[in-house]
Nanobody, 118 residues
Framework: QVQLVESGGGSVQAGGSLRLSCAAS????????MSWYRQAPGSQRELVAG???????NYADSVKGRFTISKDSAENTVYLQMNKLKVEDTAVYYC????????????WGQGIQVTVFS
């Protein structure tokens, strides 16, 4: 069983920055893919950013150039640096990892609120 604990959320004025952290209970080199999703009220959960075991990254168009995903294997943590935040970035953000073994399993954190006010 993998546990993921998110931190770093909160409220920030538009144009500001936040850094989300997701600490995993096991060595993150085990994971094929680590990602951040978000879900705003009344909307579906959407992929924000992802990073592969080898460090390749991908981003939603809406956050390209503003958000950066990274990982620290020594800390077993994946980060999401969010700059130039917009009101529309307001959502609950979830960390997720994909672990491919005999069966591929996705694990999720509990979610953390990010609120951007104008």
């Amino acid at each position: 069983q993998v546990q993921l604990v998110e931190s770093g959320g909160g409220s920030v004025q538009a144009g500001g920055s936040l850094r989300l952290s997701c600490a995993a209970s096991i060595d993150i080199i085990s994971f094929n893919y680590m990602s951040w999703y978000r879900q705003a009220p009344g909307s579906q959960r959407e992929l924000v950013a992802g990073i592969t075991r080898y460090g390749s990254t991908n981003y939603a168009d809406s956050v390209k150039g503003r958000f950066t995903i990274s990982k620290d294997s020594a800390e077993n943590t994946v980060y999401l640096q969010m700059n130039k935040l917009k009101v529309e970035d307001t959502a609950v953000y979830y960390c997720s990892v994909k672990w491919e073994r005999a069966v591929t399993t996705d694990y999720w954190g509990q979610g953390i609120q990010v609120t951007v006010f104008s």
